[in-house]
């Protein structure tokens, strides 16, 4: 890491540290003022904003329009508040990044760090920060170590272990890279290599701290449990998909702790993280949170909502205000022994993309992915993927649980489907040695068609 980052950093992670103890008042007194610098440095150097907010410049938040990632894509060289700064630059440097498999902690151009989501909902979302912006990044996954008990100090060094994408434009390889320093040992691992493979590296390595998908932690919770993983991380964080009780369950088996569960973003960073009372606090002082239902409107605490518009506080460059994240999430209210004022997040469904669009006898209907879980969580030791085909669904088991069978697996999700008025969908099983995963190494538990693929929405389950 370069001097001025560092420095940046370690200013950054100081100042989230006196915000720990901030009560409500103050934090919303933060808010308002973050917003308000982010809001006139938007309008002052985007011309985007100033169309999309017009008539609208001193009205409140929850009043502006929101901003998708189709508007965003399209919009991006009148969005960013850079002159000169174009998408077609960007696009041929992380074009030219994941091509020579280049280091993402390197600045392209010496001033900016650039990234990407998966596409996996169309289009890829491109991402540009600056070295202020890249320091806030950085600085909300430090606090979420902080939050998690394993600090990094200058005097007491943390190795820690990324089990995650290497896939240059991803964040958690941005991320993992630049943090690594003589006080972060980091063993950076790709989430998709062979398990073997990794069990190795991680006995040789024995991190004080074990960071990775939650869908490639389970497996090594297994080999822990099995003796042939033998480490001892101080902390395990979950993060970049949901985690879901059996995998908890298995990751407290294996280590003797519940994981640290991290709920970040690229276009966001950390959005929220567990503390030591296990209680998921969203980080209000970086980021504004909005759960909405599907007509745009805001839904009571407790409740899920159809997606979340967030706010970046710290955004300058590419600013975000209103963006639209296809992620379902409910907040609650404060409190915590962990004596945090933060609002606590108290549900993640993961995405809409999830939902799966099969044939009824009436229609289309939307099947929630929690179907599945009630179905598959008990039938599998180390994981399931549901795959859906245009000739219908393929269920991918790893590890059957003792006197399960292939054939009992498919009969139980034909028959909740069928009670949910699926009608019409064949259903394959098969036994696998591990789940299939994306370019990005992520194994997402429910796969739909591409939306061009899918008929238009009917009833929910």
Request: glycine share 8%.
């Amino acid at each position: 890491m370069d001097t001025g980052l560092m420095l940046r950093l370690l200013v950054l992670r100081a100042r989230l540290r006196r915000r720990d103890r901030w009560d409500a008042a103050r934090i919303a007194r933060h808010q308002a003022r973050a917003l308000r610098r982010l809001r006139r440095a938007a309008y002052a150097g985007s011309e985007f904003y100033r169309r999309h907010h017009a008539g609208l410049l001193g009205a409140p938040l929850s009043q502006l329009p929101p901003l998708t990632k189709a508007q965003l894509m399209a919009n991006f060289d009148r969005v960013v508040t850079v002159p000169g700064l174009r998408l077609a630059d960007v696009e041929e440097h992380l074009r030219a990044l994941v091509a020579a498999r280049a280091d993402p902690a390197l600045p392209w151009r010496g001033r900016w760090w650039t990234g990407a989501t998966a596409g996996t909902t169309g289009r890829p979302g491109i991402f540009v920060w600056d070295r202020s912006e890249w320091a806030a990044i950085l600085a909300s996954y430090a606090r979420s170590n902080d939050w998690a008990g394993v600090p990094v100090e200058v005097t007491h060094p943390v190795p820690m272990a990324v089990l995650a994408s290497r896939t240059p434009t991803h964040q958690s390889a941005m991320v993992g890279a630049s943090l690594r320093s003589r006080f972060v040992p980091a063993l950076r691992l790709d989430a998709a290599a062979a398990l073997a493979h990794t069990v190795a590296a991680l006995n040789r390595f024995q991190p004080r701290v074990l960071v990775g998908y939650p869908s490639a932690l389970r497996p090594l919770a297994a080999e822990q449990r099995a003796g042939r993983l033998a480490i001892r991380p101080e902390a395990v964080m979950s993060a970049s998909e949901v985690l879901r009780e059996p995998a908890a369950a298995e990751i407290t088996a294996a280590w003797g702790s519940a994981p640290i569960d991290v709920y970040a973003a690229t276009e966001t960073a950390v959005i929220a993280s567990s503390c030591a009372s296990g209680t998921r606090h969203v980080y209000e002082d970086l980021v504004i949170v909005e759960p909405v239902d599907d007509a745009g409107a805001p839904v009571p605490a407790g409740t899920v909502g159809a997606r979340i518009l967030v706010t970046v506080l710290f955004s300058r460059t590419l600013p975000l205000i209103r963006y639209e994240l296809t992620d379902r999430v409910a907040l609650a209210g404060r409190g915590c022994p962990c004596g945090r004022s933060f609002v606590r997040l108290a549900a993640v469904e993961g995405r809409i993309e999830d939902v799966l669009l099969l044939p009824g006898a009436t229609g289309v209907v939307s099947v929630h992915p929690l179907l599945f879980h009630g179905v598959l969580d008990g039938a599998s030791l180390a994981g399931w993927q549901v795959n859906q085909e245009a000739d219908g669904l393929r269920v991918l088991v790893v590890g059957l649980a003792p006197s399960v069978t292939a054939e009992a697996v498919r009969a139980r999700v034909d028959s909740a489907l069928r009670d949910a008025g699926v009608t019409a969908t064949p259903i394959t099983v098969r036994v696998a040695d591990a789940v299939e995963r994306t370019p990005l190494g992520k194994a997402p538990l429910v796969r739909a068609l591409p939306r061009t693929d899918t008929p238009r929405r009917g009833t929910t389950t």
